[in-house]
């Protein structure tokens, strides 16, 4: 299987503060995704992102595909965005499984 | 976009019983979906994918006979976690991708059922 590691695993901010969670994979792929598992359980699809960059408000996410390697970055953190912040990544088929990596806890303080 | 939804959110059973977890595509077709078990404070770990009119490929370790999937339509795959025990409790999580061809979709996920066994 596909072997990704996530960085770093455990992050504590302040509110207002920017940071950058890393993703790194072992092999090519053709889906990656990056997730917020909020403190229900729930895992909210934030992009869709297997090359290039993207952005969605305070979100944005950079897939350097051919270096095996994904950015995503939170800019003036909120304390609403704690959780855990996963990274996925697929290959081959439609039919293909995603391989998600240990995911980054993040604590965002008031 | 495309929603899962999956039922229940939560339950809480006893040793010996069985329990049925239902997983649903809303507004999409989905001829495969996957189901993953999450331990607490770790990773998700495919248990095995579902396929519509056959049978479930399960991943290296997981007891088949006792996570039984069904995938009866193209919108519904059912997890039946059977004789339930203690160390079946865990959080199962189902996801499905909409569309039949590579790019442009991801994965969508359910809100997951938290399982305790009594």
């Known amino acids: 299987g596909i072997q990704v590691e996530q960085s770093p695993p455990d992050l504590i901010l302040q509110e207002g503060a920017n940071s950058t969670l890393r993703c790194n994979f072992s092999d090519s792929v053709n889906n990656l995704q990056w997730f917020h598992q909020n403190p229900w359980g729930q895992l909210i699809n934030l992009f869709y992102?297997?090359?290039g960059t993207k952005q969605n408000g305070r979100l944005s996410a950079t897939t350097v595909a051919t270096e095996r390697y994904s950015l995503l970055y939170i800019s003036s953190s909120q304390t609403t965005d704690s959780g855990v912040y996963f990274c996925a990544v697929g290959r081959g088929s439609t039919l293909g499984r995603l391989y998600f990596g240990r995911g980054t806890q993040l604590t965002v303080w008031p | 976009g495309a929603v899962v939804s999956q039922h229940p959110s939560r339950v809480i059973c006893k040793s010996g019983t069985s329990v049925k977890i239902e997983c649903r595509s809303l507004d999409f077709q989905a001829t495969t979906m996957f189901w993953y078990r999450q331990f607490p404070k770790q990773s998700l770990m495919l248990m095995a994918t579902?396929?519509?009119?056959?049978?479930?490929?399960?991943e290296q370790g997981v007891e088949k006979d006792k996570f039984l999937i069904n995938h009866a339509s193209l919108t519904l795959s059912t997890l039946t976690v059977t004789s339930a025990h203690p160390e079946d409790s865990s959080f199962y999580i189902c996801?499905?991708?909409?569309?039949?061809?590579?790019?442009?979709?991801?994965?969508?996920f359910g809100s997951g059922t938290r399982l305790t066994v009594v």
């Open positions: 996801s499905a991708r909409e569309g039949g061809s590579p790019g442009g979709y991801g994965y969508t």
């Open positions: 579902s396929n519509e009119g056959s049978k479930a490929t399960y």
């Open positions: 992102i297997p090359s």
